[in-house]
């Protein structure tokens, strides 16, 4: 049901961008700028604004002047979730309404007020978020989805920068600020190789003598191959090494079953990578990690 709810969201977006990009007169009929007294506006932002402030100074109190930990009644996974999603709710829901009161309400200081703290909430709540993901990634490591989400509450902490920026700049255009920082951070995101960064932090943890778990690290792809054959010669550890000797040793699950060696495990990685070989497919994270894997296996 979660997945139809979601692909439903997806497609009444998309429809509406098709949409909106190919057509010119949807606001012909939409009520002018400032139809509407800023009263009624700025009776329901303060109402709002009231309860945002209340669950602000809890965070602040309970998270961080009390550095306070994990809740006995969860996981580190469901205090991570929550805050999470409690935060994209709260964005969308500030963002719709900055967008709808700016064009319907006349233009008032204490409207701009409101939905200014509004905002500065989110951004304690994108703190909160922070800091339970922080707590999350310290005790299970960098995983794609928490890299992911980091990367979402960037994306959220400078939307919400426009919307603030909206507030007082009515000509600002918005969507295409969304749109082009959306753009822009999703590119930054993929030079950025992900799979590296993963397997850097998680390996650089197992340096300070805690085990890390290489049946991911070794599945994440090229990016993280260097780093991880660093870790195999820090270690000591050869290609004639048996896979499962070495999960057993060094790593944080030992649910390895198999017996073929580390320097077989690596070969399949370098046939996969060759068979990828044409010019026209040609990545350097793949050529590069095949060059480090024949260095290390010879």
């Given at each position: 049901?979660?997945?139809?709810?979601?692909?439903?969201?997806i497609?009444?977006?998309?429809?509406?961008?098709?949409?909106?990009?190919g057509?010119?007169?949807?606001?012909?009929?939409?009520?002018?700028?400032?139809?509407?007294?800023?009263?009624?506006?700025?009776?329901?932002?303060?109402?709002?604004?009231?309860?945002?402030?209340?669950?602000?100074?809890?965070q602040?109190?309970?998270?961080?002047?009390?550095?306070?930990?994990?809740?006995?009644?969860?996981?580190?996974?469901?205090?991570?979730?929550?805050?999470?999603?409690?935060?994209?709710?709260?964005?969308?829901?500030?963002?719709?309404?900055?967008?709808?009161?700016?064009?319907?309400?006349?233009?008032?200081?204490?409207?701009?007020?409101?939905?200014?703290?509004?905002?500065?909430?989110?951004?304690?709540?994108?703190?909160?978020?922070?800091?339970r993901?922080?707590?999350?990634?310290?005790?299970?490591?960098?995983?794609?989805?928490?890299?992911?989400?980091i990367?979402?509450?960037?994306?959220?902490?400078i939307?919400?920068?426009?919307?603030?920026?909206?507030?007082?700049?009515?000509?600002?255009?918005?969507?295409?600020?969304?749109?082009?920082?959306?753009?822009?951070?999703?590119?930054?995101?993929?030079?950025?190789?992900?799979?590296?960064?993963?397997?850097?932090?998680?390996?650089?943890?197992?340096?300070?003598?805690?085990?890390?778990d290489?049946?991911?690290?070794?599945?994440?792809?090229?990016d993280?191959?260097?780093?991880?054959?660093?870790?195999?010669?820090?270690?000591?550890?050869?290609?004639?090494?048996?896979?499962?000797?070495?999960?057993?040793?060094?790593?944080?699950?030992?649910?390895?079953?198999?017996?073929?060696?580390?320097?077989?495990?690596?070969?399949?990685?370098?046939?996969?990578?060759?068979d990828?070989?044409?010019?026209?497919?040609?990545?350097?994270?793949?050529?590069?990690?095949?060059?480090?894997?024949?260095?290390?296996?010879?």
């Open positions: 049901m979660k997945i139809v709810l979601f692909a439903a969201v497609f009444l977006f998309v429809y509406g961008f098709i949409v909106k990009a057509r010119r007169d949807l606001g012909a009929n939409a009520p002018k700028e400032g139809q509407y007294n800023a009263v009624t506006g700025i009776t329901i932002t303060i109402v709002l604004t009231a309860f945002y402030l209340i669950f602000a100074v809890v602040i109190v309970y998270l961080f002047m009390n550095s306070a930990g994990l809740p006995d009644d969860m996981t580190y996974a469901e205090y991570a979730r929550q805050g999470f999603f409690q935060l994209l709710f709260v964005a969308v829901v500030n963002v719709c309404m900055v967008l709808i009161f700016s064009a319907i309400f006349r233009k008032s200081l204490v409207l701009n007020v409101s939905l200014l703290m509004m905002c500065i909430c989110t951004y304690i709540m994108i703190a909160s978020s922070a800091v993901l922080s707590m999350y990634i310290a005790e299970y490591d960098l995983t794609y989805l928490r890299i992911n989400t990367w979402a509450l960037i994306v959220t902490s939307v919400m920068l426009g919307v603030i920026i909206s507030l007082f700049w009515r000509n600002m255009p918005l969507f295409r600020y969304i749109f082009m920082t959306v753009l822009v951070m999703f590119t930054l995101y993929a030079f950025i190789r992900p799979g590296a960064v993963i397997t850097r932090y998680n390996i650089s943890q197992a340096h300070d003598g805690n085990k890390v290489l049946e991911y690290v070794m599945d994440i792809g090229n993280g191959v260097p780093y991880l054959i660093d870790y195999f010669r820090a270690k000591d550890i050869t290609p004639e090494m048996v896979m499962e000797e070495v999960m057993s040793k060094y790593s944080e699950d030992t649910y390895y079953w198999r017996d073929d060696t580390v320097g077989e495990r690596l070969e399949k990685m370098l046939e996969e990578n060759d990828k070989g044409y010019i026209r497919s040609f990545n350097f994270s793949r050529y590069r990690a095949s060059k480090t894997i024949e260095d290390y296996i010879k």
